[in-house]
């Protein structure tokens, strides 16, 4: 039984990676996001004296959770129950959506608003609640942005990493309805034009859709882990609260949160703490949403289990460090992965996941360098499993000669150039709104389903070689 | 074919690792060495909160110095009434606050904490009657919240070890909302409370 949904990649990596190495915008805001981020955890994670302590039990806490997967679950299961929620269970992600859409149907909604949540975005939610004319409002900055500009996420934390403030500026006023058509592009301004498009949404909201960080079997409690606040609006203000959950989110204890509270912020934002956590058990009476919904999605997760070096991929807490580190993900951005996870952890969990498909070609996205395990909160050894996945996969020529070309492409600057030379070239006639719709012959098979980003006008190097 | 749930469970038990080492748990349970009222001072600045400081006499007259801007003060069920000489909008399970009322402008909200963690700078509600439900330190722009030296813990296995019931709605607040999305510029005050103020009391 394999995973479906947003994890399966259109295109083989190389093919993806050389489209999105075109984009010098993209490279040097992924640039400067990475190294941020990567610094301002370095330093945090250095306050902590007993940071290695606390990654090795973090690693056993996860690893004792798979070995006692069953028992977890029903103890989850049967916790949460008893205390007013509702628990379902979805194989893959086609079954996923079909369970939260009858669930919104049944409350005759015509809206949701959601938390930024890995779990929807890899079942394709969105889109299916479209399919039937509800309306999902991510309700996340960046997600938001996101949405608004009609493309998919590039970072699991950060997902519009690849826009900078006036491209996020001209996408508000061109697409978010009662935007100034003065508005400024300084990130306070975008910031309150964000909070008074989504107010009145989160106050007439009657359904709330979110995933969850953490599950604690002994208790029954979602946790969620957030900064604007929007994640506490989506989860309070709501008559019906439907939450999407991977089964390996299983905490065993409520005291285990002592571990993970520690490392999650500290790995992602590189912040003490993030500014707002909400945790939630059931029902309460008179305090949040009065109906709770649990779906408990699988969609490749028991494929995964079964091997014994790639199941530690399922430790992950989402935290992006590895994205942070990483020299190809720096180069090449989060799309050309083709699946909502990207980055070293992606080139490990979402082959798995799916098991077969254009995702055979991750494993080889990456150049073994190690800095991902260095960075990883529950010390998963993603080179290890990268070689595992290397031996154990088919190598089809064609693999190999694809592996060869991105290291091509990635060897020189020279190269980008003619590259987006000619991608320029090709899309003269197609600009529209800074999206190409559709690429020319033979990238055409990848845009056929997905947008990617216009090249610019004029690369760096080309108006510096003007000067 | 079976149902989902059979089916998930039996592929999970005929899947998982047959046993895990055990967890080893050489990490801090407390930060030796600090101190929790300093380094909580710290971070709540280094957040952009505002910070105060008062004793059980002068509580009332600094947290009505906090409140001259406000046009109305909501408080939960059970924020001890001499904390705030003025008039106030007591939220009430019979009579509770409509979200509009605290969405209107100038709107502050006064509430205690269950535990705070001076490492994170993190204040934790637990819904329990000073604190009232999780609305109410979510939708009005300005937050104060009053801690009691007594109630701050070094690190978190230690606030979280403090916690009476975790099956209470539990919010975790560090600092006003911010959002990092723009060019990971932090920006303060997107959707909660744009401003928080802490007042940290002595008994
Ligand atoms: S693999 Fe590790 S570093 Fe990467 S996102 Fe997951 S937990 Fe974070």
Same mark, same amino acid.
């Given at each position: 039984?394999?995973?479906?949904?947003?994890?399966?990649?259109?295109?083989?990596?190389?093919?993806?990676?050389?489209?999105?190495?075109?984009?010098?915008?993209?490279?040097?805001?992924?640039?400067?996001?990475?190294?941020?981020?990567?610094?301002?955890?370095?330093?945090?994670?250095?306050?902590?004296?007993?940071?290695?302590?606390?990654?090795?039990?973090?690693?056993?806490?996860?690893?004792?959770?798979?070995?006692?997967?069953?028992?977890?679950?029903?103890?989850?299961?049967?916790?949460?129950?008893?205390?007013?929620?509702?628990?379902?269970?979805?194989?893959?992600?086609?079954?996923?959506?079909?369970?939260?859409?009858?669930?919104?149907?049944?409350?005759?909604?015509?809206?949701?608003?959601?938390?930024?949540?890995?779990?929807?975005?890899?079942?394709?939610?969105?889109?299916?609640?479209?399919?039937?004319?509800?309306?999902?409002?991510?309700?996340?900055?960046?997600?938001?942005?996101?949405?608004?500009?009609?493309?998919?996420?590039?970072?699991?934390?950060?997902?519009?990493?690849?826009?900078?403030?006036?491209?996020?500026?001209?996408?508000?006023?061109?697409?978010?309805?009662?935007?100034?058509?003065?508005?400024?592009?300084?990130?306070?301004?975008?910031?309150?034009?964000?909070?008074?498009?989504?107010?009145?949404?989160?106050?007439?909201?009657?359904?709330?859709?979110?995933?969850?960080?953490?599950?604690?079997?002994?208790?029954?409690?979602?946790?969620?882990?957030?900064?604007?606040?929007?994640?506490?609006?989506?989860?309070?203000?709501?008559?019906?609260?439907?939450?999407?959950?991977?089964?390996?989110?299983?905490?065993?204890?409520?005291?285990?949160?002592?571990?993970?509270?520690?490392?999650?912020?500290?790995?992602?934002?590189?912040?003490?703490?993030?500014?707002?956590?909400?945790?939630?058990?059931?029902?309460?009476?008179?305090?949040?949403?009065?109906?709770?919904?649990?779906?408990?999605?699988?969609?490749?997760?028991?494929?995964?289990?079964?091997?014994?070096?790639?199941?530690?991929?399922?430790?992950?807490?989402?935290?992006?460090?590895?994205?942070?580190?990483?020299?190809?993900?720096?180069?090449?951005?989060?799309?050309?992965?083709?699946?909502?996870?990207?980055?070293?952890?992606?080139?490990?969990?979402?082959?798995?996941?799916?098991?077969?498909?254009?995702?055979?070609?991750?494993?080889?996205?990456?150049?073994?360098?190690?800095?991902?395990?260095?960075?990883?909160?529950?010390?998963?050894?993603?080179?290890?499993?990268?070689?595992?996945?290397?031996?154990?996969?088919?190598?089809?020529?064609?693999?190999?000669?694809?592996?060869?070309?991105?290291?091509?492409?990635?060897?020189?600057?020279?190269?980008?150039?003619?590259?987006?030379?000619?991608?320029?070239?090709?899309?003269?006639?197609?600009?529209?709104?800074?999206?190409?719709?559709?690429?020319?012959?033979?990238?055409?098979?990848?845009?056929?389903?997905?947008?990617?980003?216009?090249?610019?006008?004029?690369?760096?190097?080309?108006?510096?070689?003007?000067? | 074919?079976?149902?989902?749930?059979?089916?998930?469970?039996?592929?999970?038990?005929?899947?998982?690792?047959?046993?895990?080492?055990?967890?080893?748990?050489?990490?801090?349970?407390?930060?030796?060495? +600090?101190?929790?009222?300093?380094?909580?001072?710290?971070?709540?600045?280094?957040?952009?909160?505002?910070?105060?400081?008062?004793?059980?006499?002068?509580?009332?007259?600094?947290? @009505?110095?906090?409140?001259?801007?406000?046009?109305?003060?909501?408080?939960?069920?059970?924020?001890?009434?001499?904390? +705030?000489?003025?008039?106030?909008?007591?939220?009430?399970?019979?009579?509770?606050?409509?979200?509009?009322?605290?969405?209107?402008?100038?709107?502050?909200?006064?509430?205690?904490?269950?535990?705070?963690?001076?490492?994170?700078?993190?204040?934790?509600?637990?819904?329990?009657?000073?604190?009232?439900?999780?609305?109410?330190?979510?939708?009005?722009?300005?937050?104060?919240?009053?801690?009691?030296?007594?109630? +701050?813990?070094? @690190?978190?296995?230690?606030?979280?070890?403090?916690?009476?019931?975790?099956?209470?709605?539990?919010?975790? +607040?560090?600092?006003?909302?911010?959002?990092?999305?723009?060019?990971?510029?932090?920006?303060?005050?997107?959707?909660?409370?744009?401003?928080?103020?802490?007042?940290?009391?002595?008994?």
């Amino acid at each position: 039984m394999n995973g479906t949904g947003n994890i399966v990649a259109l295109k083989p990596f190389p093919d993806a990676a050389r489209l999105e190495l075109d984009d010098a915008q993209l490279r040097a805001n992924l640039r400067r996001a990475t190294h941020t981020i990567r610094d301002k955890r370095l330093r945090v994670v250095g306050e902590v004296d007993d940071w290695e302590a606390l990654r090795r039990a973090g690693a056993a806490i996860k690893d004792d959770v798979l070995a006692r997967l069953p028992e977890l679950l029903e103890q989850f299961e049967a916790s949460v129950t008893r205390a007013g929620a509702v628990v379902h269970w979805a194989r893959d992600a086609d079954e996923a959506c079909e369970i939260v859409t009858r669930l919104v149907q049944e409350t005759a909604a015509r809206e949701v608003v959601k938390v930024k949540s890995m779990a929807t975005q890899e079942i394709g939610l969105n889109e299916a609640l479209e399919a039937v004319g509800i309306e999902a409002t991510e309700t996340d900055l960046a997600e938001l942005i996101v949405q608004l500009a009609d493309d998919t996420p590039s970072h699991i934390l950060v997902p519009a990493i690849h826009y900078n403030r006036s491209q996020i500026r001209d996408i508000f006023r061109s697409r978010m309805p009662g935007a100034a058509a003065d508005l400024t592009d300084d990130p306070p301004a975008l910031a309150e034009a964000a909070r008074k498009h989504l107010r009145a949404k989160f106050l007439s909201a009657t359904v709330g859709v979110s995933g969850a960080n953490f599950a604690i079997a002994d208790t029954g409690t979602l946790v969620v882990v957030e900064s604007e606040g929007n994640g506490r609006m989506c989860l309070t203000l709501p008559q019906t609260l439907i939450s999407v959950v991977g089964i390996e989110k299983i905490l065993p204890t409520f005291a285990e949160l002592e571990v993970f509270l520690q490392l999650l912020p500290r790995s992602s934002t590189g912040e003490r703490m993030n500014p707002y956590t909400s945790m939630w058990t059931g029902v309460t009476p008179g305090d949040g949403p009065q109906a709770t919904h649990v779906v408990l999605i699988d969609n490749g997760r028991t494929a995964t289990l079964g091997d014994e070096v790639g199941r530690q991929a399922l430790r992950c807490i989402r935290c992006s460090a590895c994205l942070n580190v990483c020299p190809v993900y720096e180069r090449v951005g989060g799309h050309a992965y083709g699946s909502v996870y990207p980055g070293p952890i992606g080139a490990i969990l979402s082959p798995q996941m799916t098991g077969e498909g254009a995702n055979k070609t991750l494993p080889y996205a990456s150049s073994l360098c190690g800095a991902c395990f260095d960075a990883c909160p529950v010390r998963i050894d993603i080179p290890q499993v990268l070689v595992h996945l290397r031996q154990k996969g088919p190598k089809p020529p064609a693999e190999r000669a694809a592996f060869r070309s991105l290291a091509w492409i990635m060897r020189d600057r020279r190269r980008y150039a003619a590259a987006l030379r000619a991608a320029r070239r090709g899309s003269a006639p197609l600009r529209g709104f800074g999206r190409l719709r559709r690429l020319p012959w033979p990238a055409s098979a990848w845009t056929d389903s997905r947008d990617v980003p216009l090249p610019p006008k004029q690369t760096f190097r080309e108006w510096w070689a003007k000067r | 074919m079976s149902d989902a749930r059979t089916e998930i469970l039996a592929r999970v038990r005929a899947r998982r690792p047959a046993s895990a080492p055990p967890v080893p748990r050489d990490y801090r349970r407390d930060v030796p060495g +600090i101190d929790v009222v300093e380094v909580l001072v710290d971070r709540l600045a280094d957040y952009k909160a505002g910070v105060h400081r008062a004793s059980a006499v002068s509580l009332a007259d600094v947290l @009505g110095g906090l409140l001259t801007a406000s046009s109305t003060v909501v408080v939960p069920p059970g924020l001890p009434a001499s904390w +705030i000489p003025g008039p106030v909008l007591r939220d009430s399970p019979g009579a509770p606050v409509p979200v509009a009322a605290l969405d209107a402008p100038g709107v502050t909200v006064v509430t205690g904490v269950a535990v705070a963690i001076a490492v994170t700078g993190t204040l934790i509600l637990d819904a329990a009657p000073d604190q009232g439900r999780r609305v109410l330190s979510l939708v009005p722009d300005h937050h104060v919240c009053v801690v009691w030296m007594d109630q +701050i813990c070094g @690190g978190v296995p230690a606030a979280l070890g403090r916690l009476t019931d975790p099956a209470r709605p539990l919010t975790l +607040i560090s600092g006003p909302s911010a959002t990092s999305d723009i060019e990971l510029n932090r920006v303060e005050g997107v959707h909660g409370p744009r401003r928080l103020d802490v007042v940290i009391a002595t008994r």
